[in-house]
C-alpha cells in the first residue's frame, strides 16, 4: 500500500493501471468513443477506462482505493461525486458519503449516502434528490434502490416537473406523493402505490395505485379522463383506455357517458405494416335518448401495396356508414368521415407498370336527408379505367384512356327534389391525345390534338318528348346514345427576365406572356344525362384548360383565345419568390352553347377578368388575393383574400375574405371573413418572453389567446365560433375554449372546454386541442415533445 499527495494526474495514472491490470500504455485522454451511446450495457461500461479524482487518496493494487475531499469518479455514462469514496475492485462496489451526487446518463441522483455496484448500476441511495431528464422531472425519496441502470425503485417518494424555487419550504405547483414509485426508464414509464396528486397544495387525485409516461413511448393503460357539456349531450365523461399490441399496432377504447343521451361505446384500432396500414373507429350508443334508437357509426381506411415483376399493385378502402340521417348533427365531434352528409364505400384496386395503368373501383354513397336542407344524391359507380401514356415517343406525348363506368342511384336517399332525369346506365369513353412539345429556356410552344368519344347504355329509355334541341338522330325514347368531340390546343410562352432594384434591394424580375387557343366544335349534348360532369373552378389555372367542365358528360363547344401574362420578383440573393402577379381573360370567338343542366351559356366577347397575387415579403408574412371582374356590370364576381403573419413561434394571425356573386335568383350571395388567431397576451405589456425551442413555449406566467371566427356578412352573424386563453405556467398549462358550431338553418351545438394539463404527468378535463389544431392555421402546442433528449444534454 502506498499513500501520497502527489498531483492529480499522477492520482490519475496510478489508478487508471491499478483498474487495466498496470498496463503501461494507459490513455489517458478523455475522448467520446463508441461506447458512449445514449443507452450502455453493463459489459460495455465494465470495458470503459475509470478516470478519480480527489485531494487525497489511498490505493492498493488489485484491491481499492480511499480517495476524499472533493471526490470525482467517472466511467463511460457514470459521474459520482462526494466527499469521500471507498471502491472495492473485486466487488465493483463503490461506497460514498457526503453530498453525494450520481450523473448517469443524464438522470442525476443526490443524497448522504451510496452503496453502488458500479458496471451492475445495483445499490441503494438514502435520504435522496432526483432528476429523470427523459421526463424533465425531480423528487425526494427516503430511499432509492437501483435494480440496474434503467430500473430504479422509490421509498416514500415525490415527483413533479416544477422547477425548484425558493428555500427548503418551497412547495411546487403540483407533485405526485406515493409511497413506493417504480422507475423504468427503458420502457419509460413510471408505477406509483398509494398516491396522492395535489395542486396547489389541494389534493385533487387519489388512487390506490397508477401509471404514468415519463417519455413519449407508448404504453397499455388508463388515459387521463375527458369531461365536457354541451347544450344538446348535457354533461359528458369519457374513459379512454390505450392498448399497446406492438410497435405497429395499437387501439383506444373510448366508452363516453352522456347524461342526456346515455353511453357512447368507441374505438379505434391502427395498424402499420411494410406493405399496408390501416384504421379502424367504431362508436355504438344503444338507446340514444335524443332521438329513442340505437345509434351507430363505422370509419375503415386500408392503404396496401405491392411491386413486383408485373408492375405495382395498390388497394385503398375507404369506407363510412352511419346509423341514421341526423348522425352528422348530433355528433359532431366524431371523426370527420363520420360528420359529413355524403359518406362514402369506396374500394379500389390499382395496377401500373412503365406507361401501362388500370383501375377498378367502386363507390357507394350513403347519403344523410334532413328535411330543412335536403340535397342531391350522387350516382354510385362500378368504374374499370384503363390508360397507356407515352410522355416522349420521337418528340411526341401520346396518351390513350379507356373508362367503362356503370351508374346507379341509391332510390331510397331520392327527394322530390332530385327525382327528375335520375337514370342509371352504362357508360364507355375513350379519350386520346397527341402532342408535341417543344420546350426552350425562354419559353415554349405545344399543339395538341385530342379526340373525346362516349357512348351510353340507358337501363330505360330516356323521355325526350319535351327535350327542343337536336336529337342527333335519336328516337324521342331513345335507350342508347353516342358522341364524338374533338379539340384542338395551341399553349404558347415565353419567358424574360432581368435585374431589378426597388426600395434599395437587388431582384430578378420576370415577365411571362401566355396565350392559349382552343376550338372544340359544337357537338349537341344536352339530352344527355350527367353523371359526373361539373363547372371547373374559374381559375389563373383553369383558364388555360381545354374543357370548362370537369368529368365526361358535358364537353365545352369552344372557340376562345386566353391571353394572360404574370410577373415574378425573386431575391438576388436568396432566390426565394418574394412577389407573384397574374391577370388573364378570354376572348371568345362564339357563343358557347353547351352547359351543364340548368347553366348559363358564356357569351361571345370577353370573359371575366382574373387577376392574382401572391406576396411574401419576408418569412413572416404572406398574402394571397385573387378578383374575378366583371367588365360588364363593373364589379366582382368572386373574390378571395387571405393574410397570415407569423412572425415568430406561439405568434399568428389568419385573415381569409370570400365573396360569391349569386348565380342565380334563386340562391344568394355568399360573403365570409374568417379570422383565426393564436398569440402571447403578455405582449401588451412588452412582455415579449423566449424562444426555448419547439414544443416548449415561450416561458412561464405567460398567457396566450387563441381563436377562430367565422363571420357571414350577408347573414349577419357568427357562423362557427372558437374562442379561448391558454396559461403557461411552467410546469402546468390550463385551457379555457368555447366552441360553437352551426348544425343547421336555426340549431346550433354549444360546448365550454376546460383543460388542466401537468406538464409531464398527464391532462385532465374537456380537450380543446383537436379543435385548436383544427380551426387556427399554424396554431403550436406550448408543450410538444419532438425529439427524445440525448444524456449529452445533461453531461457533467
Given at each position: 500500500m502506498f499513500r501520497s499527495d502527489l498531483p492529480i494526474t499522477r492520482y490519475l495514472l496510478a489508478l487508471l493501471c491499478l483498474l487495466m491490470g498496470g498496463a503501461a500504455d494507459a490513455e489517458l485522454k478523455l475522448k467520446v468513443s463508441p461506447l458512449l451511446q445514449d443507452r450502455l450495457t453493463a459489459q460495455q461500461r465494465a470495458a470503459a477506462p475509470s478516470f478519480v479524482e480527489g485531494q487525497r487518496m489511498e490505493s492498493e493494487i488489485g484491491i481499492g482505493l480511499l480517495a476524499e475531499d472533493d471526490v470525482e469518479f467517472r466511467r463511460a455514462d457514470l459521474v459520482l461525486r462526494a466527499q469521500k469514496?471507498?471502491?472495492?475492485?473485486?466487488t465493483d462496489t463503490a461506497h460514498a458519503r457526503g453530498s453525494v451526487r450520481v450523473n448517469q446518463s443524464g438522470n442525476v441522483f443526490e443524497g448522504d449516502t451510496l452503496d453502488l455496484r458500479v458496471d451492475a448500476f445495483e445499490g441503494s441511495f438514502t435520504n435522496a434528490r432526483f432528476y429523470l431528464l427523459s421526463a424533465d422531472a425531480h423528487g425526494d425519496a427516503e430511499r432509492i434502490d437501483f435494480l440496474d441502470d434503467t430500473r430504479s425503485v422509490v421509498q416514500n417518494a415525490t415527483f413533479t416537473t416544477c422547477r425548484r424555487e425558493g428555500g427548503p419550504d418551497w412547495v411546487p405547483a403540483w407533485f405526485l406523493r406515493a409511497t413506493t414509485l417504480h422507475l423504468d426508464s427503458e420502457e419509460g414509464v413510471a408505477e406509483a402505490e398509494d398516491t396522492t396528486v395535489r395542486f396547489q397544495n389541494v389534493p385533487v387525485l387519489g388512487l390506490p395505485a397508477m401509471t404514468f409516461p415519463l417519455s413519449g413511448e407508448r404504453r397499455s393503460g388508463m388515459l387521463?379522463?375527458?369531461?365536457?357539456?354541451?347544450?344538446?349531450?348535457?354533461?359528458?365523461?369519457?374513459?379512454?383506455?390505450?392498448?399497446?399490441?406492438?410497435?405497429?399496432?395499437d387501439a383506444t377504447l373510448y366508452p363516453t357517458w352522456m347524461s342526456e343521451r346515455g353511453v357512447n361505446y368507441g374505438g379505434e384500432f391502427r395498424y402499420l405494416e411494410p406493405g399496408y396500414s390501416g384504421l379502424l373507429r367504431v362508436d355504438y350508443m344503444p338507446d340514444d335518448k335524443l332521438r329513442d334508437m340505437d345509434r351507430e357509426g363505422y370509419y375503415f381506411q386500408h392503404r396496401a401495396g405491392v411491386s413486383g415483376a408485373y408492375?405495382?399493385?395498390?388497394?385503398?378502402?375507404?369506407?363510412?356508414?352511419?346509423?341514421?340521417?341526423?348522425?352528422?348533427?348530433?355528433?359532431?365531434?366524431?371523426?370527420?368521415s363520420l360528420t359529413q352528409r355524403l359518406l362514402p364505400a369506396d374500394v379500389s384496386v390499382n395496377w401500373g407498370q412503365g406507361p401501362y395503368s388500370a383501375t377498378a373501383r367502386v363507390l357507394r354513397y350513403q347519403t344523410l336527408q334532413v328535411s330543412d336542407a335536403p340535397i342531391v344524391p350522387p350516382y354510385d359507380r362500378q368504374q374499370l379505367t384503363a390508360r397507356y401514356a407515352e410522355p416522349n415517343f420521337g418528340g411526341f406525348d401520346f396518351s390513350l384512356d379507356g373508362d367503362y363506368t356503370q351508374f346507379t342511384v341509391d332510390e331510397l336517399a331520392l327527394t322530390s327534389q332530385s327525382t327528375a332525369n335520375r337514370v342509371n346506365a352504362d357508360r364507355t369513353v375513350w379519350r386520346g391525345a397527341l402532342?408535341?412539345?417543344?420546350?426552350?429556356?425562354?419559353?415554349?410552344?405545344?399543339?395538341?390534338?385530342?379526340?373525346?368519344?362516349?357512348?351510353?347504355?340507358?337501363?330505360?329509355?330516356?323521355?325526350?318528348?319535351?327535350?327542343?334541341?337536336?336529337?342527333?338522330?335519336?328516337?324521342?325514347?331513345?335507350?342508347?346514345?353516342?358522341?364524338?368531340?374533338?379539340?384542338?390546343?395551341?399553349?404558347?410562352?415565353?419567358?424574360?427576365e432581368r435585374e431589378a432594384s426597388y426600395f434599395g434591394s437587388a431582384y430578378r424580375q420576370t415577365l411571362e406572356p401566355r396565350l392559349f387557343y382552343t376550338r372544340t366544335p359544337f357537338v349537341e349534348q344536352g339530352y344527355l344525362p350527367n353523371y359526373d360532369s361539373a363547372a371547373q373552378d374559374f381559375s389563373l389555372t383553369s383558364i388555360y384548360s381545354e374543357n370548362t367542365f370537369m368529368g365526361n358528360d358535358r364537353i365545352a363547344d369552344n372557340n376562345l383565345l386566353t391571353v394572360g401574362v404574370s410577373t415574378r420578383l425573386f431575391d438576388a440573393e436568396r432566390g426565394a419568390e418574394i412577389l407573384h402577379l397574374g391577370v388573364a381573360q378570354r376572348l371568345r370567338f362564339e357563343d358557347q352553347r353547351v352547359t351543364l343542366p340548368g347553366g348559363t351559356a358564356s357569351p361571345e366577347g370577353l370573359s371575366d377578368l382574373l387577376l392574382g397575387a401572391e406576396l411574401n415579403i419576408d418569412p413572416r408574412w404572406h398574402v394571397d388575393s385573387a378578383v374575378q371582374w366583371n367588365d360588364r356590370l363593373g364589379e366582382s364576381e368572386r373574390s378571395t383574400f387571405s393574410m397570415r403573419y407569423n412572425p415568430s413561434p406561439y405568434r399568428v394571425v389568419n385573415l381569409a375574405y370570400r365573396f360569391q356573386r349569386a348565380q342565380s335568383e334563386t340562391s344568394e350571395d355568399s360573403e365570409l371573413i374568417n379570422l383565426g388567431w393564436q398569440w402571447p397576451i403578455n405582449d401588451l405589456w412588452r412582455d415579449w418572453g423566449e424562444d426555448l425551442g419547439p414544443g416548449r413555449g415561450q416561458g412561464a406566467g405567460r398567457w396566450y389567446s387563441v381563436g377562430r371566427l367565422n363571420y357571414s356578412q350577408?347573414?349577419?352573424?357568427?357562423?362557427?365560433?372558437?374562442?379561448?386563453?391558454?396559461?403557461?405556467?411552467?410546469?402546468?398549462?390550463?385551457?379555457?375554449?368555447?366552441?360553437?358550431?352551426?348544425?343547421?338553418?336555426?340549431?346550433?351545438?354549444?360546448?365550454?372546454?376546460?383543460?388542466?394539463?401537468?406538464?409531464?404527468?398527464?391532462?385532465?378535463?374537456?380537450?380543446?386541442?383537436q379543435t385548436l389544431q383544427k380551426n387556427i392555421p399554424r396554431y403550436q402546442l406550448l408543450r410538444e415533445q419532438t425529439t427524445s433528449p440525448s444524456r449529452f444534454s445533461n453531461y457533467e
Open positions: 469514496l471507498e471502491y472495492d475492485q473485486a387521463s379522463p375527458v369531461y365536457g357539456a354541451d347544450n344538446v349531450s348535457g354533461t359528458e365523461i369519457t374513459v379512454p383506455y390505450y392498448l399497446n399490441i406492438a410497435p405497429n399496432r408492375g405495382s399493385l395498390g388497394l385503398n378502402l375507404n369506407i363510412s356508414r352511419v346509423s341514421d340521417d341526423n348522425y352528422w348533427r348530433d355528433f359532431p365531434r366524431a371523426s370527420n402532342s408535341y412539345p417543344i420546350r426552350g429556356a425562354a419559353g415554349f410552344v405545344i399543339p395538341k390534338a385530342s379526340i373525346h368519344a362516349t357512348s351510353y347504355q340507358f337501363e330505360q329509355a330516356l323521355d325526350l318528348s319535351s327535350y327542343s334541341g337536336s336529337l342527333n338522330g335519336l328516337s324521342a325514347d331513345a335507350s342508347s346514345a353516342t358522341r364524338t368531340v374533338p379539340t384542338y390546343s395551341l399553349d404558347a410562352g415565353l419567358v424574360f350577408t347573414d349577419h352573424k357568427l357562423v362557427d365560433t372558437t374562442m379561448g386563453f391558454e396559461y403557461d405556467a411552467g410546469c402546468w398549462l390550463g385551457r379555457f375554449v368555447f366552441e360553437r358550431l352551426q348544425t343547421g338553418l336555426t340549431t346550433a351545438n354549444q360546448r365550454i372546454m376546460f383543460q388542466l394539463e401537468l406538464v409531464g404527468f398527464g391532462r385532465v378535463g374537456v380537450d380543446p386541442l
